[in-house]
């Protein structure tokens, strides 16, 4: 079956690990039906900060305003069958742990947390305060998946990019994706 994911970019810094995703996302087209996209401002803002364009606006994906509750992923029903939140700011963090649904992208993780499917986080700041590792707390009790934007360095990663690949690759893993990735003595 042809998957129906999510995507939410928020504001937190490693606007390239939402870009890597967007363009595995694209290169992952037969597996996928349909993919969703939401960016929060500070997402917007931080991704022209970080890369220097606004090529968020150049994928053919389908992409809805955060204060859009019309989108179908907004309910149960449309059965979008995961979603990640890339990067995952400590506030967006905060307003799902604790059941805020005031705008696209923290209704669309209460839908899927409510619905038992899969919501990933790749949540970043450095350092964490108790609020922030409470809160990852309560998303993982509920089901959610903290994937922390931890770069790994056993793959010998020779570029920035290769680096984020490092972390968007377990994205892709954690999401059930059939794809060929670094993968430990292979
Ligand atoms: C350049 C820049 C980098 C930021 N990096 C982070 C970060 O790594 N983690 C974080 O939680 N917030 C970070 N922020 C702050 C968030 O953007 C801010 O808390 C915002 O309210 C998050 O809103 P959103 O979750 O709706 O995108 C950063 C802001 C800027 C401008």
Redesign the pocket.
Known sequence: MKRKIIVA??????SIYAKLLLDKLNSLSNQIEKVGVV?????K??WK??LENEEYNNYTFDFYE?SNFMAPFASGSAKYDTMIII???????G?IANGFSD?L?TRSADVILKERRKLILV????PLNLI?INNMKAVTEAGGIVCP?VPSYYSKPQTIEDLASTVVDRVIDLAGFQSNSYRWSE
């Open positions: 970019v928020t504001g937190a810094s490693g960016m929060s401002k500070n997402a803002d931080v900060w970080e955060k990067p995952c700011s400590m506030g967006t963090l307003r705008d992208i949540a970043r700041d450095t922030h934007a």
